[in-house]
């Protein structure tokens, strides 16, 4: 909140204000050590001044993350108490005999913050009936699963029961918990997209309430089934995995599993990738889903290799005439969308620059100041959005004085005031909202010509491979789900209730890669080989709406998660915590625009 522009913003959303620990480390002069005759609570400081920045609670870190401990009592500027030792293995650093005779440098302090007034203001304004947003994870990261949630969401839940029967209104105490899945595409690029799901509300059971004032392991207890039960359900609306490679089979299988002729919406092909999710976490270790990830492994190589995408599979071999003049065309296209985009490009180009050079720069300090995230590129949206608020309208002013002086031909101070606020206000946004969009399309066309140009060029053998294989990895994809599907369900009856795609559908499917497999055109109306760039949003390693011909192709979310969101709740329904999370992936597919 002390922060100019970005506390201004929040100040005006009625933001609650947090102080966060991290954000005030210190890292002090001097070096640590246990003495040899010491017991290992008592740790002993060289050229340290303890009694200036250490209190109770407070928490002592060693370099490179080998222990932390809390401190119980300063005793002097040299000497210092801990509430339980360090790990066996910090204890053996700090009293091996090179750290007694020169001390362990680099260590820091993460004060502890007070925060009752935070929760207190979390609860009175639950018991005003608002409702209130939280980010339980803590901090942003760009890591393909969930950090581990902290309980201060359970606690304000919890307190706000305990303490109130009622509302302010009257009306019975009944505080949800409503998750909240945010599902990134390319978090650090302009116009990419974000889903916001919203979960079926978390009811606390009053055995929980009870539990809670009764105090001590009870109250402790009753937070951690609350915080698991909350974790498991957000766990189920984000697809996760443990790395980054896992998450590319997943994303890759599910791209592969979806017959040809079979258009999904964004529902669907969000549930799809939770199955199979779900189903890779069970069967990791079965020998067909080993052998499977290897070789999808091979079929994205051989992608990269040929520097296509999965959905131009199936239309790379078709060659003809036809092709040659749809080649022709689309560049011509290219070529024109490139001049028309040319003047918001060079009007915009150092802003571009700034904020991309910004962002890395903010990127590579949030990385190297964290322990959770591994490239920062949850940051680099954020302060490319930051800096462009910043520079856009500092540029515009700038070619408005230009204007002025070196352009405008009115004669009159009022007439070049005038022109000046119509060429900054008018022309400019829409020269670059004009370039915005033409550079958008001319993309398109420029991702759609390397295909095109392997069709026409490129004999028929040239492709066979990669075409076959697609073939196989599909049959071979669906005989597995059709195996081991039933015994995720427990018996076949369920599974074949739960299928997205159905079994008619999936063989449909196999047939039709098939026919493709042998350099055969299927018809225009199933590939839609007319169209720029599909838009195929399981091209990509993360979570894309499907097939979308157009921007207002794309499904809105009408599952029964969204209908329960807060937003538009009556007002008896609007007291809840939403938490909330986020999931990013690093993908390499296709930025998928936003509006």
Same mark, same amino acid.
């Given at each position: 909140?002390?922060?100019?522009?970005?506390?201004?913003?929040?100040?005006?959303?009625?933001?609650?204000?947090?102080?966060?620990?991290?954000?005030?480390?210190?890292?002090?002069?001097?070096?640590?050590?246990?003495?040899s005759?010491?017991?290992?609570?008592?740790?002993?400081?060289?050229?340290?001044?303890f009694?200036?920045?250490?209190?109770?609670?407070?928490?002592?870190?060693?370099?490179?993350n080998?222990?932390?401990?809390?401190?119980?009592?300063?005793?002097?500027?040299?000497?210092?108490?801990?509430?339980?030792?360090?790990?066996?293995?910090?204890?053996?650093?700090?009293?091996?005999?090179?750290?007694?005779?020169?001390?362990l440098?680099?260590?820091s302090?993460?004060?502890?913050?007070?925060?009752?007034?935070?929760?207190?203001?979390?609860?009175?304004?639950?018991?005003?009936?608002?409702c209130?947003?939280?980010?339980?994870?803590?901090g942003?990261?760009?890591?393909?699963?969930?950090?581990?949630?902290?309980?201060?969401?359970?606690?304000?839940?919890l307190?706000?029961?305990?303490k109130?029967?009622?509302?302010?209104?009257?009306?019975?105490?009944?505080?949800?918990?409503?998750?909240v899945?945010?599902?990134?595409?390319h978090?650090?690029?302009?116009?990419?997209?974000?889903?916001?799901e919203?979960?079926?509300?978390?009811?606390?059971?009053?055995?929980?309430?009870?539990?809670?004032?009764?105090?001590?392991?009870?109250?402790?207890k009753?937070?951690?089934?609350?915080?698991?039960?909350?974790?498991r359900?957000?766990?189920?609306?984000?697809?996760?995995?443990?790395?980054?490679e896992?998450l590319?089979?997943i994303?890759?299988?599910?791209?592969?599993?979806?017959p040809?002729?079979?258009?999904?919406d964004?529902?669907?092909t969000?549930?799809?990738?939770?199955?199979?999710?779900?189903a890779?976490?069970?069967?990791?270790?079965?020998?067909?889903?080993?052998?499977?990830?290897?070789?999808?492994?091979?079929?994205?190589?051989?992608?990269?290799?040929?520097?296509?995408?999965?959905?131009?599979?199936k239309?790379?071999?078709?060659?003809?005439?036809n092709e040659?003049?749809l080649?022709?065309?689309r560049? +011509?296209?290219? *070529?024109?969308?490139? &001049?028309?985009s040319?003047?918001? !490009?060079?009007?915009?180009?150092p802003? @571009?620059y $700034?904020?991309?050079?910004?962002?890395?720069?903010?990127?590579?300090?949030?990385?190297a100041?964290?322990?959770?995230?591994?490239?920062?590129?949850?940051?680099?949206?954020?302060?490319?959005v930051?800096?462009?608020?910043?520079?856009?309208?500092?540029?515009?002013?700038i070619?408005?004085?230009?204007?002025?002086?070196?352009?405008?031909?009115?004669?009159t101070? +009022?007439?070049? *005031?005038?022109?000046? &606020?119509?060429?900054?206000?008018? !022309?400019?946004?829409?020269?670059?909202? @004009?370039? $915005?969009?033409?550079?958008?399309?001319?993309?398109?066309?420029?991702?759609?010509?390397?295909?095109?140009?392997i069709?026409?060029?490129l004999?028929?053998?040239?492709?066979?491979?990669?075409?076959?294989?697609?073939?196989?990895?599909?049959?071979?994809?669906n005989?597995?789900?059709?195996?081991?599907?039933p015994?995720?369900?427990?018996?076949?009856?369920?599974?074949?209730?739960?299928?997205?795609?159905?079994?008619?559908?999936a063989?449909?499917?196999?047939?039709?890669?098939?026919?493709?497999?042998?350099?055969?055109?299927?018809?225009?109306?199933?590939?839609?080989?007319?169209?720029?760039?599909?838009?195929?949003?399981?091209?990509?390693?993360?979570?894309?709406?499907?097939?979308?011909?157009?921007?207002?192709?794309?499904?809105?979310?009408?599952?029964e998660?969204?209908?329960?969101?807060?937003?538009g709740?009556?007002?008896?329904?609007?007291?809840?915590?939403?938490?909330?999370?986020?999931?990013?992936?690093?993908?390499?597919?296709?930025?998928i625009?936003?509006?």
């Amino acid at each position: 909140m002390d922060k100019r522009f970005v506390g201004t913003f929040a100040k005006l959303v009625n933001s609650i204000p947090v102080t966060r620990a991290q954000d005030h480390i210190i890292k002090p002069n001097g070096s640590l050590l246990i003495e040899s005759d010491a017991e290992p609570l008592i740790i002993t400081g060289r050229d340290t001044s303890f009694t200036e920045y250490l209190a109770p609670r407070h928490l002592i870190t060693l370099p490179n993350n080998i222990g932390s401990a809390e401190v119980q009592e300063v005793l002097s500027d040299t000497s210092v108490r801990l509430k339980s030792p360090f790990s066996a293995d910090a204890i053996a650093k700090l009293s091996s005999p090179d750290v007694i005779a020169t001390g362990l440098s680099g260590f820091s302090v993460t004060p502890h913050i007070d925060q009752s007034k935070l929760f207190d203001e979390v609860v009175s304004r639950l018991h005003a009936g608002k409702c209130v947003g939280i980010f339980p994870e803590g901090g942003s990261h760009d890591r393909s699963d969930l950090l581990p949630l902290k309980a201060g969401f359970c606690i304000m839940a919890l307190s706000t029961m305990a303490k109130y029967d009622t509302l302010v209104n009257g009306e019975k105490m009944d505080v949800k918990i409503v998750p909240v899945a945010l599902n990134y595409f390319h978090p650090d690029k302009f116009r990419s997209r974000a889903v916001v799901e919203f979960g079926e509300p978390v009811t606390i059971d009053r055995e929980l309430v009870d539990m809670y004032k009764a105090g001590g392991d009870s109250k402790r207890k009753a937070t951690e089934v609350l915080l698991d039960k909350v974790y498991r359900r957000l766990k189920g609306m984000l697809v996760t995995a443990p790395d980054y490679e896992q998450l590319m089979f997943i994303q890759a299988a599910r791209r592969l599993y979806r017959p040809i002729h079979k258009k999904l919406d964004f529902d669907q092909t969000l549930e799809l990738t939770r199955k199979f999710s779900a189903a890779y976490e069970k069967f990791a270790d079965h020998p067909r889903i080993i052998d499977l990830k290897k070789r999808v492994k091979e079929y994205n190589d051989m992608l990269s290799a040929y520097g296509i995408r999965d959905h131009q599979v199936k239309t790379i071999s078709v060659g003809g005439n036809n092709e040659v003049y749809l080649l022709l065309y689309r560049f +011509l296209m290219l *070529l024109s969308m490139a &001049f028309v985009s040319f003047p918001g !490009v060079v009007l915009n180009a150092p802003i @571009i620059y $700034l904020c991309q050079q910004i962002a890395n720069s903010k990127a590579k300090e949030a990385k190297a100041a964290s322990s959770v995230k591994l490239e920062g590129k949850d940051v680099i949206g954020t302060w490319k959005v930051i800096t462009a608020m910043a520079l856009v309208p500092l540029f515009y002013f700038i070619y408005s004085i230009l204007y002025l002086f070196f352009i405008s031909t009115a004669t009159t101070i +009022l007439g070049k *005031l005038y022109s000046s &606020f119509i060429f900054s206000a008018i !022309v400019l946004p829409t020269i670059s909202f @004009i370039s $915005l969009r033409a550079g958008e399309v001319g993309m398109d066309y420029f991702k759609s010509l390397r295909p095109l140009f392997i069709a026409v060029t490129l004999p028929q053998i040239g492709t066979e491979p990669l075409r076959k294989l697609r073939s196989t990895l599909q049959k071979d994809i669906n005989d597995t789900i059709n195996d081991l599907g039933p015994l995720y369900y427990g018996n076949k009856g369920e599974f074949e209730k739960s299928r997205i795609v159905n079994k008619q559908d999936a063989y449909q499917g196999e047939i039709d890669s098939e026919y493709v497999a042998k350099g055969k055109r299927l018809p225009d109306n199933t590939l839609r080989w007319d169209v720029v760039d599909e838009k195929e949003s399981d091209d990509g390693v993360f979570l894309f709406a499907e097939d979308a011909d157009d921007e207002d192709d794309w499904v809105p979310l009408d599952s029964e998660e969204v209908t329960k969101s807060p937003v538009g709740m009556k007002q008896r329904d609007r007291k809840h915590l939403i938490v909330g999370s986020r999931n990013s992936s690093r993908s390499r597919s296709r930025e998928i625009r936003g509006r």
